[in-house]
């Protein structure tokens, strides 16, 4: 199911604290220069209208949370509910996960990567374009902390199982863990708008997560 197109962003909004372009990312990577402190960070790669980065940020205070978004107009939805949010903790890079990820980020750098929903990319020729291909995994698990957390959701169960096979051959990353669904607790009380849709009509959502041993 293809994502909506983003509402019209309010542009009386200062998005200039939350919204980065690819040039505000420089090596040698310094997640403290971007926020301000030092704090435990985490990447959401994909991060649509900005629902989890939002949330996750506003009941983690003690973390700091990077959102990618390679969909300039998501990347500014995005900015512009962190802006509304005033949260001091949460950032959205408008640009390429995958280069960020192989070109910019140390070694044991992140606490948590959370995958939702990805482009399935559902034609055969086109399965090579996929986030989770065999480069990426590594360089995930390459950037995580021990003890740091890959989250993975899909609603494509090909792709789940296949991405599942892809972690266990190129990584070492522990054995998927089951993540259970739970009953919202209200209407936004979601992970991703994404999620709630599919959950709405009824679709199955696969989730996994793996810790780095």
């Known amino acids: 199911m ?11 909004l200062d998005l200039s604290k939350y919204l980065l372009a ?3 990312i420089l090596a040698p990577w310094d997640a403290a220069r971007l926020f301000g402190r030092a704090a435990p960070l985490e990447i959401e790669v994909g991060s649509g209208k900005g629902l989890f980065l939002a949330a996750a940020a506003a009941a983690r205070p003690e973390h700091d949370f990077l959102g990618i978004e390679i969909a300039r107009k998501f990347a500014m939805v995005v900015a512009a509910r962190l802006a509304r949010g005033t949260l001091k903790n949460a950032k959205i890079l ?4 995958e280069r960020l990820f192989a070109e910019f980020l140390p070694d044991a750098t992140l606490a948590a990567v959370h995958v939702y929903f990805p482009d399935p990319w559902w034609k055969k020729r086109h ?3 996929r986030l989770l291909n065999e480069r990426f995994v ?54 991703t708008h994404f999620e709630r849709r599919m959950r ?11 810790v780095k041993r």
Do not use: C, M, N
């Open 2 to 12: 293809p994502r909506r197109a983003p509402r019209r962003v309010d542009p009386t």
């Open 22 to 24: 690819p040039d505000d």
């Open 94 to 97: 408008g640009g390429d996960a």
């Open 127 to 129: 399965r090579k374009r």
């Open 138 to 191: 590594r360089d995930v698990e390459r950037t995580l902390l021990p003890g740091g957390t890959l989250h993975f959701w899909t609603d494509v169960e090909e792709y789940f199982q296949a991405s599942l096979e892809l972690i266990a051959q190129a990584t070492t990353l522990g054995p998927p863990r089951e993540v259970a669904e739970r009953p919202p607790e209200h209407d936004l009380d979601y992970r």
């Open 200 to 210: 709405l009509h009824g679709q199955p959502i696969y989730r996994s997560e793996f």
